[in-house]
Structure formats: structure tokens, C-alpha cells
């Protein structure tokens, strides 16, 4: 039985669009959806189910960080029998060839959370984006003429980093942070399901350039695009 979304069952679409802000689900559902229809509200965290394209297309907030995400993502898989997880979220800009607002098609994810410590130990595993969801977005993004970056970022648990781990991460070529990707590639794989990332440049980390929440909430539309295409794309036989 899921705790923290009260939908009956079958009203949730086999493929689900996962915003960290709840207020994004609601803004896709009614600029997006065809008859969208609210499922979730228990603690503000909205969920939506409607059709795009013709395909039913669920939308449901996670909250921000891997806990939370984990929470909504093993309820989903679990209890509601999701099939396809794309996460519509942003991310920081850690490295000097990414700018704000790029887009980022996440191949996959590092992590410094203690969420992969405790299920793996010293084992290391590596959570990377399925690879024909990955592929329909590249599609996707191109017949929309949305530029976009395949790319792996890291999901941090810290927000705020006074010891600068970006800086390293960057290094070795990982193009944003945010604080959820991992835990749901994760999960993913754990459920035999599919998922991906796909990210919207909303801060430069090194540079201190930024967006509002407003534009956060509601401007970022380029990767909505992307990733309702790509949702809809699975429903076809």
C-alpha cells in the first residue's frame, strides 16, 4: 500500500514525468496535459495523470534530494506499476563548456550520498540512464531543434558544499550537480524499470550567473518538451 500518494489504482500512466517542484507538476499538467486529472495531493507533493499526443502521461513532484525522490519513486514502481521514470529537473553548471539554460540529457550519475554506501558497501556501482530512453530524447530534442548535451552530472546530498567537491567532479568531465538522478537510476535498475534525466542548466556554480524560481517553475520548457515526447514515444507499440 503506497503512503504518500493517494491514487487509486490505475490512475497513474505507466510512464511518468518526475519534477523535483510540485508546483512544476501542476504547471505542465495544465500547460501540457490533455484532461489532466489530480490523483495526488498528500503533503502538497502533486500528482497528475492526462494524455499527450494521444498517450496517458502521469506527472508526479518528488521533492528535492535522493530521500525524498526515493520515497515517491519505490512507491511508483511498487505499488502503481510505472514503467518509465523521467525526472524533468535542474541542475548547477560545474563545468567551464556548460552555460545556464543548456540542456542536459543525463547518460549518468556519480554520487557522494550514503544512500549507495549502505545497499552496495565498498562495492561501487554506477548508475547510468537507459539507454533507449536516452536515445528517443536525443531524437526528441533534435526534431524540436532543442540544443541539448549527453552527459553525465552528480547528485549530491549537500545543496550547499563549503569544501567545493564540484570542482573535482568537473575535472573528470561531469557537466552539472543536482541531488536526485542517482537515486532514481538506482532504483531503476533495482526494478527492472527505465529511466532518465533530463535537466535544465538553472545556475552556473563557478560563475554565480543564476535564474529565478519563477523562471525554475515555469520557463524551463524546452526539457518539458523533450521529455513529454520521449513518455509518449513509449506507449507507442
Same mark, same amino acid.
Given at each position: 500500500?503506497?503512503?504518500?500518494?493517494?491514487?487509486?489504482?490505475?490512475?497513474?500512466?505507466?510512464?511518468?514525468?518526475?519534477?523535483?517542484?510540485?508546483?512544476?507538476?501542476?504547471?505542465?499538467?495544465?500547460?501540457?496535459?490533455?484532461?489532466?486529472?489530480?490523483?495526488?495531493?498528500?503533503?502538497?507533493?502533486?500528482?497528475?495523470?492526462?494524455?499527450?499526443?494521444?498517450?496517458?502521461?502521469?506527472?508526479?513532484?518528488?521533492?528535492?534530494?535522493?530521500?525524498?525522490?526515493?520515497?515517491?519513486?519505490?512507491?511508483?514502481?511498487?505499488?502503481?506499476?510505472?514503467?518509465?521514470?523521467?525526472?524533468?529537473?535542474?541542475?548547477?553548471?560545474?563545468?567551464?563548456?556548460?552555460?545556464?539554460?543548456?540542456?542536459?540529457?543525463?547518460?549518468?550519475?556519480?554520487?557522494?550520498?550514503?544512500?549507495? *554506501?549502505?545497499?552496495?558497501?565498498?562495492?561501487? +556501482?554506477?548508475?547510468?540512464?537507459?539507454?533507449? @530512453?536516452?536515445? =528517443? !530524447?536525443? &531524437? %526528441?530534442?533534435?526534431?524540436?531543434?532543442?540544443?541539448?548535451?549527453?552527459?553525465?552530472?552528480?547528485?549530491?546530498?549537500?545543496?550547499?558544499?563549503?569544501?567545493?567537491?564540484?570542482?573535482?567532479?568537473?575535472?573528470?568531465?561531469?557537466?552539472?550537480?543536482?541531488?536526485?538522478?542517482?537515486?532514481?537510476?538506482?532504483?531503476?535498475?533495482?526494478?527492472?524499470?527505465?529511466?532518465?534525466?533530463?535537466?535544465?542548466?538553472?545556475?552556473?556554480?563557478?560563475?554565480?550567473?543564476?535564474? *529565478?524560481?519563477?523562471?525554475?517553475?515555469?520557463? +524551463?520548457?524546452?526539457?518539458?518538451?523533450?521529455? @513529454?515526447?520521449? =513518455? !509518449?514515444? &513509449? %506507449?507507442?507499440?
Amino acid at each position: 500500500m503506497s503512503i504518500h500518494i493517494n491514487a487509486k489504482e490505475g490512475a497513474i500512466a505507466p510512464a511518468v514525468l518526475l519534477p523535483g517542484d510540485p508546483l512544476r507538476a501542476a504547471f505542465i499538467a495544465e500547460h501540457f496535459l490533455e484532461n489532466p486529472v489530480c490523483y495526488n495531493q498528500v503533503r502538497g507533493m502533486f500528482g497528475y495523470t492526462g494524455t499527450y499526443q494521444g498517450a496517458p502521461v502521469s506527472v508526479q513532484g518528488t521533492g528535492m534530494g535522493q530521500p525524498s525522490l526515493s520515497i515517491y519513486v519505490n512507491e511508483l514502481f511498487r505499488f502503481y506499476g510505472v514503467r518509465t521514470a523521467i525526472r524533468i529537473g535542474t541542475c548547477g553548471a560545474i563545468h567551464q563548456s556548460t552555460k545556464v539554460r543548456d540542456v542536459i540529457l543525463a547518460i549518468g550519475a556519480c554520487s557522494d550520498s550514503a544512500i549507495l *554506501t549502505q545497499r552496495f558497501g565498498i562495492l561501487h +556501482f554506477a548508475p547510468t540512464a537507459d539507454f533507449g @530512453l536516452l536515445e =528517443a !530524447a536525443h &531524437q %526528441a530534442a533534435d526534431r524540436e531543434g532543442i540544443a541539448h548535451i549527453v552527459a553525465p552530472v552528480v547528485s549530491s546530498d549537500l545543496f550547499y558544499d563549503d569544501n567545493e567537491n564540484w570542482k573535482l567532479w568537473a575535472k573528470y568531465g561531469v557537466r552539472g550537480v543536482e541531488m536526485e538522478t542517482a537515486e532514481l537510476y538506482t532504483l531503476a535498475a533495482k526494478f527492472d524499470r527505465k529511466a532518465l534525466a533530463i535537466l535544465t542548466v538553472s545556475d552556473h556554480i563557478a560563475t554565480g550567473e543564476t535564474t *529565478t524560481a519563477e523562471e525554475r517553475q515555469t520557463s +524551463f520548457t524546452a526539457m518539458m518538451k523533450i521529455a @513529454l515526447e520521449t =513518455a !509518449a514515444a &513509449q %506507449a507507442v507499440p
